[in-house]
C-alpha cells in the first residue's frame, strides 16, 4: 500500500470524539467540531495523551508521554536502547496498540473486591511486549495507582556483583545492591504515598535497630536505601504490607504490580554460591518475596506481567509461548492468568513506526525514504518493531 493512498484512507473527518476528564477519563464524551490536522500527523501521532482515553481508533498511533511523567514512572527503567531513541528524538514516544488496549480495558471493567487477576503478555521476541507493559503502567500512573514495578526480573538471577547471606534466614541470600537500587526508584515513582500508607507490623533489622507499627511506608524505604546491608529484606517487608493492605477497608490505594520477564522468578540463574554450585531462583530473597506477591491472594490491584526470551538462561531461543518460558513450576504458579498476544506489527503500525522514523529524520538514506526502499525493509524486518528499530539504526 503507498504512503499516498494510505493516508487518505486514514484521513480526519471534521468531527470527532474526544474525552473529557478532571481526574482521569470519566466516561463523558462529546462531539467536537475540530479543523482536519496535517494528513502526515495524522497517520502517526495522536494529541491525545491521556491512556484511559485511547480507543480502537488510535491503533497505530504514536502518543507522547508528559515529561512530567517520564521521570516520575520509569527512572532508569526503560530499555536500554529505547532510552537513547528518547534522547535522539527529544521526546517520549509509544504506539497505542491493541494488546495494551486490551489489558486497559479489563483494568477498568475488573472487580477489585476480588483476588487480583494477572496478565501475562507474550510474544516472539521484539515484538513490542514490554512497551505494551509500559502503556498499561502508564494508564495505572495516571488513574492515581501506587505502582511496583520490575523493569527486567532477569538482572536479578544473573551478574550479581554482591551476594551476601540472608540475615533473616540462613537459606536465602541477600542481593543489597540491587536492592538499594529498586528501593530508589520505588521512591521517586511512587514519592506521594509514602507518608499516607502506615506500616502494621514491627521489623527488627539490628539489635539496634527496628521500625516501629504506625510508621509511613517511607521510612522503611529510607531504611533500606541508608542500610544497604538490610534492603533485601526491606523489599521483602514492602511487598508484605502492600500485599497485606492492598484492598483492605481503610487502604485508599490500588495496586499495580507490573514485572517485565516474569519467566525468570522459575527460571534458572548464572549467580554462583561459594561451592560453585548454582544458586536457585527460590533461594534468592528478591525472588523469594516477588514470588509471593504474583500469588493471587490479595485484593485492590493487579498483576501485570510479560514472558522476556532476551534474558531467558537455558531455553530454546525459538521459545515463547508461556508453557515454554514459565516451565511448569512457574505455569502452575501463574495459574489462572489472562493471555494477551503481542504480534508483531501490523501494515498500518508498520506504516505509522516508518512515517514516524522519517518525520524524526532517522531514516537518512535516501533510497530507506522510496517505495522500493520500504519494501526492502519490510522484506528484511517482516514488521518486527525491534529488528525494524536495528535496521533504520544504520540508515
Not at 75 to 99: A, G
Not at 128 to 142: Q, R
Not at 172 to 198: M, V
Amino acid at each position: 500500500m503507498s504512503l499516498h493512498r494510505l493516508t487518505l484512507r486514514l484521513r480526519p473527518t471534521v468531527t470527532h470524539v474526544r474525552c473529557l476528564h478532571s481526574s482521569g477519563c470519566v466516561q463523558q464524551q462529546e462531539a467536537v467540531a475540530v479543523e482536519p490536522e496535517p494528513e502526515s500527523l495524522s497517520v502517526f501521532r495522536t494529541q491525545e495523551k491521556d491512556p484511559a482515553c485511547h480507543s480502537d481508533k488510535h491503533v497505530g498511533q504514536f502518543y507522547t508521554l508528559p515529561s512530567e511523567h517520564v521521570g516520575p514512572l520509569f527512572p532508569d527503567s526503560l530499555p536500554w536502547r529505547y532510552q537513547q531513541q528518547m534522547k535522539t528524538f527529544n521526546e517520549t514516544c509509544i504506539m497505542v496498540r491493541q494488546p495494551a488496549l486490551e489489558v486497559i480495558s479489563y483494568l477498568k471493567k475488573a472487580d477489585y473486591s476480588q483476588p487480583a487477576l494477572r496478565y501475562l503478555f507474550y510474544g516472539l521476541k521484539g515484538t513490542g511486549k514490554t512497551m505494551s507493559l509500559c502503556h498499561a503502567v502508564h494508564f495505572c500512573y495516571t488513574q492515581g495507582w501506587l505502582v511496583l514495578h520490575v523493569p527486567d526480573a532477569h538482572l536479578w538471577v544473573k551478574n550479581c556483583k554482591e551476594l551476601l547471606p540472608s540475615s533473616y534466614s540462613s537459606s536465602r541470600f541477600d542481593q543489597p545492591l540491587q536492592a538499594t537500587t529498586w528501593l530508589r526508584n520505588f521512591k521517586i515513582t511512587n514519592e506521594p504515598f509514602l507518608s499516607k500508607i502506615k506500616l502494621k507490623e514491627r521489623y527488627v533489622w539490628t539489635k539496634r535497630e527496628s521500625t516501629e507499627a504506625g510508621s509511613s511506608l517511607g521510612e522503611l524505604v529510607d531504611q533500606g536505601i541508608s542500610r544497604v546491608k538490610s534492603s533485601s529484606d526491606v523489599v521483602g517487608a514492602l511487598m508484605k504490607e502492600l500485599r497485606l493492605q492492598s484492598g483492605q477497608p481503610g487502604a485508599d490505594f490500588r495496586l499495580a504490580v507490573a514485572v517485565d520477564g516474569v519467566n525468570a522468578l522459575w527460571g534458572r540463574s548464572t549467580i554462583k554460591k561459594e561451592d560453585k554450585t548454582d544458586v536457585d531462583p527460590e533461594e534468592l530473597t528478591l525472588v523469594y518475596n516477588l514470588r509471593k506477591l504474583m500469588k493471587n491472594d490479595w485484593s485492590g490491584g493487579a498483576i501485570i506481567t510479560t514472558l522476556s526470551q532476551t534474558g531467558s538462561l537455558y531455553c530454546p531461543k525459538s521459545a515463547y509461548l508461556p508453557q515454554d518460558l514459565l516451565g511448569e513450576r512457574g505455569f502452575d504458579s501463574m495459574d489462572p492468568f489472562i493471555p494477551v498476544s503481542v504480534p508483531n506489527y501490523s501494515e498500518k503500525e508498520f506504516e505509522s513506526c516508518y512515517l514516524y522514523y522519517m518525520d524524526r529524520n532517522w531514516l537518512q538514506h535516501p533510497q530507506s525514504r522510496t517505495e522500493e526502499g520500504k519494501k526492502e525493509l519490510i522484506f528484511l524486518c517482516n514488521r518486527n518493531p525491534s529488528m525494524l528499530e536495528k535496521l533504520c539504526g544504520f540508515l
